[in-house]
């Protein structure tokens, strides 16, 4: 049997809504971009993301948005200042990094593993195996 179509009902949703062109990010987002990552001092916006980390969040979209940013964070330091951004984190910090840090392996972009790698060597060898353990042990994940 047919169904009638005369109906104008849907025509009243607007699509164009969920267009990727028209997505907007999370205010949380901004809030990060907007506390020092873009006037050069590249160890306090890792600082910054690193203590904001939503790491108890339940929303996935909000955990998937802090990872672009401190991605874009990481990518964004030269390999020379990689040691002392480390060296300026606490143990938490770290632990939080290397989190992050295998994050980013799981969705490479094209440059980010090498770039990872190198992270990972310098928060390796401030922290140790013990931070690797924890990270894989942890529940909470970022």
């Not at 062109?21 to 050069?40: A, I, M, P, R, W």
């Not at 310098?122 to 922290?127: E, L």
């Amino acid at each position: 049997m047919a169904k009638n179509t005369s109906s104008s009902a849907f025509r009243k949703i607007d699509v164009d809504q969920y267009n990727e062109d028209n997505y907007k990010e999370d205010d949380c987002v901004h809030k990060f971009l907007n506390q020092s990552f873009f006037t050069g001092k590249n160890i306090e916006a890792l600082k910054t993301v690193l203590r904001n980390a939503p790491i108890s969040s339940r929303n996935q979209m909000v955990k998937d948005a802090a990872l672009n940013v401190v991605m874009q964070v990481l990518l964004s330091m030269k390999s020379a200042q990689i040691e002392e951004a480390v060296n300026a984190l606490d143990r938490d910090h770290l632990d939080i990094l290397m989190k992050y840090i295998y994050r980013g392996f799981e969705t490479p972009s094209e440059g980010s593993s090498g770039q990872l790698l190198a992270w990972h060597e310098k928060v390796h060898a401030v922290a140790g195996v013990g931070c690797i353990v924890r990270v894989l042990t942890d529940k909470k994940r970022v």
